[in-house]
């Protein structure tokens, strides 16, 4: 079983930055796109940001210039840099992948558990 693990989230003032970071852990696997969504109090959960395996990235319109998703492929590892933060960024954000696993061979989609992201204004 694959599982995927962020960190990185905490408290930042308005203006400030923070990088996000989701690691796959398991054996046998291969990821294909990967996600971060987030989700505020009583708001639905929304993308933020996607990355294909071959590194091309979309964004939501809100996130544009101010977020950049990347990935390290050989760490198996998902980034989310965040900056000119604002308080509406704040929200439970969470890493999503599609993952292929054998045995037999088939597409998931994974979970993390979600990092916490406070902006103070």
């Known amino acids: 079983q694959v599982q995927l693990v962020e960190s990185g989230g905490g408290l930042v003032q308005a203006g400030g930055s923070l990088r996000l970071s989701c690691t796959a852990s398991g054996s046998d696997f291969s990821i294909a796109s990967m996600r971060w969504y987030r989700q505020a109090p009583g708001n639905l959960r929304e993308l933020v940001a996607s990355?294909?395996?071959?590194?091309?990235?979309t964004y939501a319109d809100s996130m544009k210039g101010r977020f950049t998703i990347s990935r390290d492929n050989a760490k198996n590892t998902l980034y989310l840099q965040m900056s000119s933060l604002k308080p509406e960024d704040t929200a439970l954000y969470y890493c999503?992948?599609?993952?292929?696993?054998?045995?037999?061979?088939?597409?998931?989609?994974?979970w993390g558990q979600g990092t916490q992201v406070t902006v103070s204004s």
């Open positions: 999503n992948a599609d993952i292929w696993v054998s045995r037999p061979r088939r597409l998931t989609s994974t």
């Open positions: 990355i294909t395996a071959g590194g091309a990235t």
